[in-house]
């Protein structure tokens, strides 16, 4: 009884642990990309230079620990075909999410990025109903309204609103909301489930070609026109690699809890992130509009969340009937097959 006890508490803080790894990674990702594209001493502000950086890394990284030291392995079943129709488009909505949302962070405070970002489920839904993913209802239209009404007090309450910052961070939520429809489809048509580091491995090169193209054109000009910048090496190879980390931590946390408990804590980081922003930046300024605003968007969100959690969870029962039905079939033809054979 002792040791059962130990093993449930053991299983519990290290649940705890994923969990508070996961926060401080994302909130720390989010806070450490702002710093490093507007900070004075580094002088680094090219978002789509430091996103190509953190493909290439990751790319680098996966192959290193899947392919030379064989630590992790990557899912078979890859195809040409599978690639291009639904791995390109995947790592080409990843990277314009990550560009545009990095270089939002050039215009806009942290704070006001994070309540733009509630309005994601919005896109989600609405890109879905145009794919044929998703059903209009009632219930979801009104979810929607909440979310969208949310946002938009929030947006009310900004004191110093940048609207090409808003238009870059808009960009982002739309990259992200297709990145997830096109994840949707692959699953549901192609059949093909990979884990994080496998989805890594095939996303990030293709993700590093999209950003280099645009790199060439946009930011390697200005880059080489304004001369040497202060980049330390180990500031670069640590921004890398809470970037890669931050992904690992995401497979850490569904492996040992539930997609439940991964939404819950996305909705903590976003608290996180958006209070402390107000303490770490000089261009945080929050106003009571500002978190009314945001709260009415989060309390959207949950509403949103647990109505795809119970349609998961309908679904998945409805699989468990069908394939208990499958097996009932089949032992109930077995002793038929045995006695047509015995008659032989």
């Known amino acids: 009884m002792a040791n059962r006890f130990r093993a449930f508490c053991k299983d519990d803080i290290l649940t705890y642990a994923y969990l508070l790894l996961y926060i401080a990674l994302s909130s720390g990702q989010i806070f ?21 950086l953190h493909m290439v890394f990751s790319s680098v990284l996966c192959f290193m620990l899947t392919k030379v030291l064989k630590i992790m392995k ?18 080409a909505m990843f990277a314009m999410t990550l560009w545009l949302g990095n270089t939002a962070y050039l215009y806009i405070s942290v704070a006001f990025a994070q309540m733009l970002k509630a309005i994601m489920p919005v896109a989600v839904f609405v890109l879905g109903v145009a794919a044929g993913l998703e059903i209009m209802s009632c219930r979801m239209l009104l979810i929607m309204s909440v979310i969208s009404f949310g946002v938009l ?57 999209c950003l280099l193209i645009p790199w060439i054109f946009l930011e390697k000009p200005k880059m080489e026109a304004h001369g040497s910048w202060n980049f330390p090496p180990f500031v670069l190879l640590l921004n890398c690699l809470c970037t890669f980390a931050l992904n690992l ?34 261009d945080t300024k929050l106003t009571v509009i500002n978190l009314f605003g945001y709260g009415v968007a989060i309390a959207g969100v949950a509403a949103y969340n647990n109505h795809k959690l119970k349609k998961e969870a309908s679904r998945a029962s409805v699989d468990d009937s069908v394939a208990n039905i499958n097996e009932s079939e089949l032992a109930e033809s077995e002793p038929l097959v045995a006695s047509s054979a015995s008659s032989k």
């Open 249 to 282: 931590s995401v497979f850490l946390v569904i492996t040992h809890t539930s997609a439940l408990t991964i939404r819950v804590a996305g909705v903590v980081k976003d608290w996180v992130v958006v209070l402390l922003s107000a303490l770490l930046f000089a």
């Open 153 to 209: 007090v929030a947006s009310y309450g900004e004191i110093d609103i940048n609207w090409v910052g808003v238009v870059y961070q808009m960009g982002g939520v739309v990259g992200e909301a297709l990145r997830l429809i096109f994840m949707e489809i692959f699953v549901k048509r192609k059949g093909l489930k990979l884990n994080p580091i496998s989805v890594m491995y095939y996303v990030s090169p293709c993700s590093a070609l």
């Open 74 to 91: 990557v899912e078979e079943g890859m195809t040409a075909d599978i690639y291009a129709t639904s791995v390109v488009p995947i790592g």
């Open 32 to 52: 450490f990309n702002k710093w490093v594209l507007s900070s004075k001493e580094i002088n680094f502000p090219y978002p789509l230079g430091l996103t190509l």
